[in-house]
């Protein structure tokens, strides 16, 4: 049984740092590339950031570019999200995704992903 589950959310003033983590389990996590969508209250979910299996190709929301660092570690079958001078836009539901990919490449796309964890939620305040 595959699980992807997601830890590191909280409540942080507006211009402080978070990293969120993903483990994974139920699959062999160095054959995936992985995902973090988010999802704000009455909006849709939407892209943040993705990751080759490898590590080696990384693709951001242009919202998070230069503020957002994904990387993984895949002798822990973890993935991470390190936010940095977050904004209170940035609020929102987290959520950690994965897919099979044979030729480490980077997806934007929400519906290439198979897998998602049950989400931790980022609420940054003024």
């Known amino acids: 049984q595959v699980q992807l589950v997601e830890s590191g959310g909280g409540l942080v003033q507006a211009g402080g740092s978070l990293r969120v983590s993903c483990v994974a389990s139920g699959l062999t996590f160095s054959r995936q590339a992985m995902g973090w969508f988010r999802q704000a209250p009455g909006k849709e979910r939407e892209f943040v950031a993705a990751?080759?299996?490898?590590?080696?190709?990384?693709y951001y929301a242009d919202s998070v570019k230069g503020r957002f660092t994904i990387s993984r570690d895949n002798a822990k079958n973890t993935e991470y999200l390190q936010m940095n001078n977050l904004k209170p836009e940035d609020t929102a539901a987290y959520y950690c995704?994965?897919?099979?990919?044979?030729?480490?490449?980077?997806?934007?796309?929400?519906?290439?992903?198979?897998?998602w964890g049950q989400g931790t939620q980022v609420t940054v305040s003024l």
């Open positions: 995704a994965a897919r099979f990919d044979a030729y480490d490449t980077t997806s934007s796309s929400l519906n290439a992903y198979n897998y």
């Open positions: 990751i080759s299996r490898s590590g080696g190709n990384t």
